[in-house]
């Protein structure tokens, strides 16, 4: 197997520090380094549909909510882990874009629903393809098996950060 930047690294930190297993920062940075590529790769088929990565995580967070697909500002709020501020930039851009609308909540007086628009529903539908052809392609230097055990190995170390 052909080596990487982060062997180099390693190696160099064999060399400086032959007492630390320094193995843990192979993991550690070329996960960083994947994950700087992957959200390259992401920004840019989301960008296809005039969309960023936090304007298409709302339009994929309501379309997998199922119909309506309308969910709360703080549903929304709590599935991104995004700031109140945040949430409201996004939602103000895409309802100018016609892709969501506010509507009163039915069950609070004082609140309101986000609500995706036929437009939105169409424009996400398409993106969402496009974003999973794209993962696909990520990925193919991986075999199913490969990648089943991956997405395995990292679900058990986000739990850890997680619990």
């Known amino acids: 197997m052909n080596a990487d930047p982060v062997d180099a690294i390693l190696a160099q930190w064999q060399r400086e520090r032959p007492d630390l297993d320094a193995s843990p920062m192979g993991v550690i ?3 960083a380094r994947l994950s700087k590529h992957l959200e390259r790769s992401v920004q840019a088929t ?8 936090g304007e298409f995580d ?5 379309r997998r909510s199922g119909h309506p697909y309308q969910l709360s500002p703080t549903d929304l709020f709590n599935a991104m882990m995004v700031s109140s501020g945040t949430m409201t930039h996004r939602i103000d851009r ?7 609308k506010r ?5 609070d007086r004082r609140g309101t629903l986000i609500l995706m628009t036929n437009e939105g529903l169409s424009l996400i ?13 990520m990925l193919r230097a991986l075999e ?8 395995l190995l ?3 170390l986000l739990i850890s950060f997680e619990e």
């Open 154 to 156: 990292l679900r058990k």
């Open 125 to 137: 539908d398409r993106a969402v393809a496009a974003h999973v052809a794209n993962a696909h392609h």
């Open 58 to 62: 709302v339009l994929a967070t309501l």
């Open 103 to 107: 509507i009163p909540d039915p069950n």
């Open 29 to 31: 940075g070329r996960m």
């Open 94 to 100: 895409l309802e100018r874009a016609e892709w969501v």
């Open 46 to 53: 989301v960008a296809e549909f005039e969309l960023n990565l």
């Open 144 to 151: 199913t098996s490969e990648r089943e055990m991956l997405a």
